[in-house]
């Protein structure tokens, strides 16, 4: 697909986002290549948040004579993150839509940069980008949503190959505040399972059928303040240690969930045996570790045959997992 597709959406999720809303519409409005749409799926906001949006587009409209098409659902009830984005993906008309987070700041050739790269040397279905972490006033934090996440060169080359699927089977990298994907992967991908995030659950469905390009530079700023529904964070070496001495229950039971879905969704989206087998062995593994005693002293067999096998390396975050797997409590 060489040319630009015949229409851009925007999928903007909100809820109570009147602080910063206003700032990231006009980022939107200067795009250089200028969106067609704009679906705001608005989860039971109490406060002005669709009120500033409606008054941002229609001074962009009354200033420049043109504005793109803006579609307001209000939900009088909160459907929660993921439901709302499938909510506004459902409802978007365009060729490609772009997720969008209601803080945000997008540079001006978001819109651009991210089609570029769908249209590169082999046409993919997802598109995500570096982001710029900023504080809750705009100020640069120093590091990148790469270089937190550790999606160093190598992982990049691995997520943009047909090694996507293995690295997405460990941890999910894709952050949907920085995502543009194809109408035809928003049919395959939903419903979403209601134990996945929405850009985790996309990101994989494109990973074995329609594939992944990565834009190495910050197409925005991802701002991360008290109110984020879903930010990024480093952990310090004591934030670890911390993690050890949390109770593992509800954890593992909601890995399994996620591996019982993935088992039962993804292969229904493609015919190949190898992805049918290594999410049926990813599900063993975590009901593996669902069903480890409380006792730490029975556990060590059990995650030791774990590690033979390679489970924890190849389904996590290996020595990490392990550990906490022998050493937090019930």
Not at 152 to 181: H, I, K, P, W
Not at 249 to 264: G, H, I, K, S
Request: charged share 25%; glycine share 6%.
């Amino acid at each position: 697909m060489s040319r630009d597709p015949a229409s851009v959406s925007v999928a903007l999720g909100t809820h109570n986002g009147a602080s910063f809303v206003r700032e990231q519409l006009l980022s939107i409005l200067a795009q250089t290549r200028p969106v067609d749409q704009i679906v705001v799926s608005d989860d039971a906001s109490a406060d002005a948040t669709v009120r500033i949006i409606e008054a941002v587009v229609r001074e962009h409209e009354q200033s420049t004579g043109r504005a793109p098409e803006l579609v307001v659902l209000r939900n009088p009830v909160a459907l929660g993150v993921t439901a709302n984005f499938e909510q506004a993906l459902g409802a978007a008309s365009g060729d490609v839509v772009i997720l969008c987070d209601q803080d945000d700041v997008w540079h001006p050739d978001r819109v651009g940069a991210a089609l570029r790269a769908m249209q590169g040397e082999r046409r993919v279905d997802l598109v995500a980008s570096d982001a710029r972490l900023v504080d809750g006033a705009g100020e640069p934090l120093g590091r990148t949503l790469f270089d937190t996440l550790g999606v160093d060169a190598s992982l990049q080359r691995r997520l943009q190959s047909a090694d996507a699927f293995d690295e997405l089977l460990r941890r999910n990298v894709v952050t949907g505040a920085t995502v543009l994907v194809t109408r035809d992967l928003i049919e395959r991908s939903t419903p979403f399972p209601t134990a996945w995030v929405h850009d985790e659950w996309l990101a994989m469905v494109a990973s074995v059928r329609g594939g992944i390009a990565l834009v190495e530079r910050p197409l925005l700023d991802y701002r991360q303040h008290a109110s984020n529904q879903i930010g990024v964070s480093r952990l310090s070496l004591r934030g670890r240690f911390a993690r050890l001495g949390e109770s593992r229950t509800d954890r593992n039971a909601r890995l399994f969930d996620r591996a019982a879905q993935l088992a039962d969704r993804l292969p229904r989206l493609t015919d190949d045996e190898r992805v049918a087998a290594a999410v049926r062995e990813k599900l063993a593994h975590e009901q593996a570790r669902q069903a480890l005693p409380a006792s730490r002293v029975r556990r060590l067999k059990p995650v030791l045959r774990g590690w033979r096998s390679g489970g924890y390396r190849r389904f996590g975050l290996g020595a990490q997992d392990a550990l906490r797997d022998l050493v937090q409590p019930v």
